[in-house]
């Protein structure tokens, strides 16, 4: 049998630049949730992908940005965290705003995370992602140039998660950093997320894309019960209670909708994703409750398992 040989990879970067999607595109299945809402990813999440004797584990961060709030500060560490006791980094930026740089002007967000990589002396990928919105690629020569100053990266790789382009190329310079070493996760583990976790995102992803502005930043969702039953035909079915928490009474209001009809919707869209996860027939029920100013309050952050 050949060796086996694994690697620790953060993927790390600011806010919206497609950092879930990627490593969903990776692992070919939604272990992270993905939103055109900057925020979207909260914790440190895991996506493992194994090829033979080869097990590559993703650790998927929140974006990077100046945190307003004890959530904010909680999603920073966690970026920290993710950064612990990885083997090497995947810096991704955004090809659109990347496209208008100026060559020795990277953004703030970029040169902290590019100094955070220097102080643990990580070895780094640049991905630049969502080329598929650029007219002309040549247009990223001087931009490559410029992050290559700034950091010395093992490889730069254009791609798009979102059509898949250059994605196995980043793979493949990625395989630089195996090194022997046990597997640590099952062959058909894809995530270190419990279910109910998986099941509580899959929920607020479906708020994140159907609600505006400051709202679902401001939404937790809690599993209250989850278990497996038989339906009255004998046939197994998944049975799913879940709180949607947000901020404010007039909050509360526009996620329940004009005679529940937004939360309907989000109730149908997420037992659509939770049934196939699960491959599993799911009966979905859903509340919606205020905790005011959740954000700040460390015990509620906590108890919705954010930090
Ligand atoms: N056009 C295009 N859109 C993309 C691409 N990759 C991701 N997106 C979109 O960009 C938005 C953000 O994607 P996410 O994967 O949630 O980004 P993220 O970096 O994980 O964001 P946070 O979790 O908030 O830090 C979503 O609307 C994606 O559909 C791409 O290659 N091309
Ligand atoms: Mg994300």
Redesign the pocket.
């Known amino acids: 049998m050949k060796e086996q040989t694994g690697a620790f990879i953060a993927v790390i970067?600011r806010?919206?630049?497609?950092?879930?999607?990627f490593i969903n595109r990776v692992l070919g299945q939604k272990v992270a949730i993905?939103?055109?809402k900057?925020?979207?990813?909260r914790t440190r999440i895991l996506g493992v992908l194994t090829r033979d004797s080869e097990q590559t584990v993703f650790v998927d961060t929140?974006?990077f940005h100046k945190p307003r709030n004890a959530l904010g500060q909680a999603m920073m560490r966690a970026v920290g965290a993710g950064l612990s006791d990885v083997d090497a980094a995947v810096l991704m930026v955004d090809a659109a705003p990347a496209f208008s740089l100026s060559a020795d002007a990277l953004p703030k967000a970029e040169r902290a995370l590019l100094e955070e990589l220097a102080r643990r002396k990580l070895p780094a990928v640049l991905a630049i992602?969502?080329i598929?919105?650029l007219p002309d690629k040549q247009e990223l020569l001087p931009v490559i140039a410029a992050y290559q100053n700034a950091y010395a990266f093992d490889a730069v790789v254009p791609i798009?998660?979102?059509d898949g382009d250059g994605v196995d190329l980043l793979l493949e310079e990625l395989r630089r950093y195996l090194k022997p070493s046990p597997h640590y996760f099952g062959d058909d583990d894809l995530t270190d997320q419990p279910e109910r976790q998986m099941v509580a995102e899959l929920i607020r992803e479906k708020l994140l894309r159907l609600l505006d502005q400051e709202i679902p930043h401001g939404i937790a969702v809690d599993i209250e019960r989850f278990f497996e039953t038989d339906t009255a035909d004998g046939e197994p079915i998944l049975e799913v209670h879940a709180s949607i928490y947000c901020e404010k009474t007039s909050h509360k209001g526009i996620i329940i909708g004009k005679n529940g009809a937004t939360l309907k919707k989000v109730g149908t869209l997420a037992r659509q994703d939770i049934e196939a996860f699960f491959g599993l027939k799911t009966n979905l029920q859903l509340w919606v409750k205020v905790k005011e100013d959740w954000r700040n309050r460390q015990s509620l952050i906590h108890t919705f398992g954010l930090d």
């Open positions: 970067g806010p919206n630049v497609g950092k879930s999607s993905v939103s055109d900057p925020q979207t990813t929140p974006g992602n969502k598929d919105l798009s998660a979102k």
